[in-house]
């Protein structure tokens, strides 16, 4: 029985469809999601290559890396045929380090001079999150960012949003002016009472110390966002 090259063993494949082999010879740009796949997990099961069973399980989110990096350990292994624990952690370590690739390339803008730039710069780490965090970037006196930080994960109240330890880290880092950003897993970008009481806090504690709360951003779905300041809620 002729198998198709898909079900083969890929060690049998002809060398410029082996994955390896082609990112080698041609380059990384030219490998598909799954073959990249294959790469990692190295070896399939019993009826299906490591390339096939890599389209499975692409398949089964669509074909979207980040619905793919919100699978669990335990989702992935118990799934899918041929992945254990080892090749599971592969996977999403890689996804991991795909993402925090992006977050280091929104460093690149340095100066914030919209609500837009403000959005931009904290997008990828608070976009598609299945539960809220609270981000700070932190200015300098020309508004370049001098550090952004994870404050808070798992809502937004006065006691996870503590304005002493966001000033801290303000004083911490010389800053004149901070913007507040997190994220409405629910995808909607209007803010809540919460939202309002915190911004509120946070502002008047900012005057105290001369450090300017110049904008609070609501980060939804779709590349959508809301800005205090561009509504004229500061």
């Excluded at 740009?29 to 389209?55: D, F, P, W, Y």
């Excluded at 403000?118 to 965090?133: G, H, I």
Aim: charged letters at 25%; proline letters at 3%; glycine letters at 6%.
């Amino acid at each position: 029985m002729n198998l198709n090259k898909f079900t083969k063993s890929i060690k049998n494949w002809p060398e410029d469809d082996r994955p390896r082999e082609k990112l080698v010879s041609k380059g990384k740009n030219t490998l598909s999601n799954a073959e990249l796949l294959a790469i990692l997990i190295g070896s399939g099961n019993t009826k299906e290559s490591a390339v096939e069973l890599s389209r499975r399980i692409l398949s089964s989110v669509d074909d979207n890396l980040v619905e793919l990096s919100n699978l669990s350990i335990a989702e992935l292994t118990k799934n899918f045929n041929g992945i254990g624990q080892a090749k599971a952690i592969s996977i999403l370590a890689a996804l991991e380090l795909g993402h925090r690739r992006l977050h280091a390339q929104s460093m690149e803008r340095t100066k914030i001079q919209s609500s837009e730039d403000a959005f931009l710069a904290l997008y990828d780490q608070l976009a598609d999150l299945p539960y809220e965090e609270i981000w700070v970037l932190f200015l300098s006196n020309g508004n370049k960012i001098l550090k952004k930080c994870c404050i808070s994960t798992g809502g937004l109240s006065e006691s996870v949003a503590d304005p002493r330890k966001i000033f801290k880290l303000a004083l911490e880092q010389n800053a004149t002016s901070i913007i507040l950003a997190h994220n409405h897993p629910s995808g909607k970008t209007e803010p809540g009472n919460a939202d309002i009481e915190i911004t509120k806090k946070i502002k008047e504690a900012g005057n105290l110390l001369n450090i300017r709360l110049l904008d609070h951003i609501i980060v939804g779905e779709n590349k959508q966002y809301f800005s205090f300041a561009d509504k004229g809620l500061l």
